[in-house]
């Protein structure tokens, strides 16, 4: 694919990662390209495949500080294909400036300018006095539990350590250098069922109607304020996304009846806690009838914060004198693969602008990629010389 002096140019790389329509959790040979790569600027890889996922890891050199990219290949499906201005994994980058397709912010582009800011520190400062490791997976698009999450489990087995990981993730909501992410809130999913007895709506003496109890069970939930937000925070919300009974008759009461709903929190609360204040609130609805109410809770990711300090502010310095902004330090919008890294090292996320990731047409301009490859290569740089802490 790609001969080693070509790889200091992010976007040959990053079309040949679009090309492979690695839809979760098919690979499609992207982490084979970029394998190659990584073996051209002479890391050792390693793949740790599980279940269906397959995951990339990839070190140069033995020595601490380690410095870990982290990142995905794998992509949410495109969609109507016919519906796109230019084909989804055709990767095109034409005069308009933008690199298209699936994957171009969410975060193949990304992934090429951590690839291409190694080469240009070997070509600047040499070898560095430390590691730089990559962990790419094909599962964090999914369930997200073949992916980095085993992966982190399986290395740290094999004795592998991380001082610091920076996660490509498209950051940005507007421009280059709006926004770093150093935390997330957890995330939590409940399953309510309600059961009760089937019968005819006009004899409710001889059924157990479930309905009104899960609705109550909903709005003792509903009822509480979670918090008022721990800063760098925002407050922690609970939002009903389902209510079902699968009943298409008018004259039935049901036998059973469904809720779902999903806690976005901060590091207020952990997600045994919410799943004890759950359960506690159901089994305080006392049922009129010969039924049960169960809950059935998830917690796909705890909330977690990476303080403000010497790594942040090396990252907000190097980003600054790239794009002449400061990116300010968040932890809003969705879950990210952080949250399995932050138990392993402190983790903060910044890639490119993310206004199109998961739209039809998504693209990015080609030189904020190439922008990015330079705070990429600046972090690295400024990393091996401050060590930070």
Same mark, same amino acid.
């Given at each position: ?34 394998? $190659? %790569? @990584?073996?051209?600027? =002479? ?7 599980? #279940? &269906?996922?397959? *995951? ?96 982190? $489990? %399986? @290395?740290?087995?094999? =004795? ?7 996660? #490509? &993730?498209?950051? *940005? ?217």
């Amino acid at each position: 694919m790609n001969t080693l002096e070509d790889l200091a140019n992010p976007l040959p790389l990053a079309q040949a990662l679009i090309r492979r329509p690695s839809i979760t959790p098919a690979d499609a040979g992207a982490l084979g390209v970029l394998e $190659a %790569a @990584l073996e051209q600027l =002479g890391f050792a890889c390693r793949r740790y495949p599980f #279940g &269906e996922v397959d *995951n990339l890891y990839a070190r140069r050199g033995t020595a601490s500080p380690c410095f870990l990219f982290a990142g995905h290949t794998d992509v949410v499906p495109p969609g109507a294909e016919a519906d796109w201005q230019k084909p989804p994994f055709a990767a095109e980058a034409g005069d308009d400036g933008m690199l298209w397709g699936r994957g171009a912010a969410d975060m193949k582009g990304a992934i090429a300018a951590m690839v291409a800011s190694v080469q240009r520190l070997l070509d600047e400062s040499g070898e560095p006095d430390g590691s730089i490791a990559f962990l790419i997976t094909g599962d964090e698009e999914g369930p997200a539990i073949h992916g980095t999450k085993a992966a982190l $489990a %399986a @290395l740290a087995e094999e =004795g592998e350590r991380f001082d610091h990981c920076l996660v #490509g &993730e498209p950051t *940005n909501p507007n421009v280059l250098g709006d926004t770093i992410k150093s935390g997330r809130r957890g995330s939590l999913n409940c399953t309510l069922t309600v059961t009760g007895r089937q019968g005819h709506v006009a004899y409710p003496e001889r059924a157990e109607n479930p309905i009104p109890a899960l609705l109550t069970v909903l709005n003792r939930l509903l009822a509480r304020k979670l918090d008022d937000g721990v800063s760098p925070f925002q407050p922690s919300n609970l939002e009903v996304t389902s209510i079902d009974v699968g009943n298409p008759t008018t004259n039935v009461i049901p036998a059973t009846a469904r809720a779902r709903f999903n806690i976005r929190f901060n590091i207020a609360h952990t997600g045994d806690q919410l799943s004890t204040w759950i359960r506690e609130e159901a089994a305080m609805v006392d049922l009129d009838f010969d039924g049960s109410i169960t809950a059935d809770i998830h917690v796909t990711g705890e909330a977690f914060l990476t303080p403000a300090g010497p790594f942040t502010t090396l990252l907000q310095d190097c980003i600054q004198a790239e794009t002449g902004r400061r990116p300010a330090l968040t932890t809003g919008g969705g879950t990210s693969d952080a949250r399995f890294i932050q138990l392993y090292a402190p983790v903060a996320e910044f890639g490119l602008v993310g206004a199109t990731m998961h739209q039809v047409d998504e693209r990015v301009p080609v030189s904020d990629i190439e922008t990015l490859t330079a705070i990429y290569t600046r972090i690295l740089s400024q990393y091996f010389r401050d060590r930070p802490a």
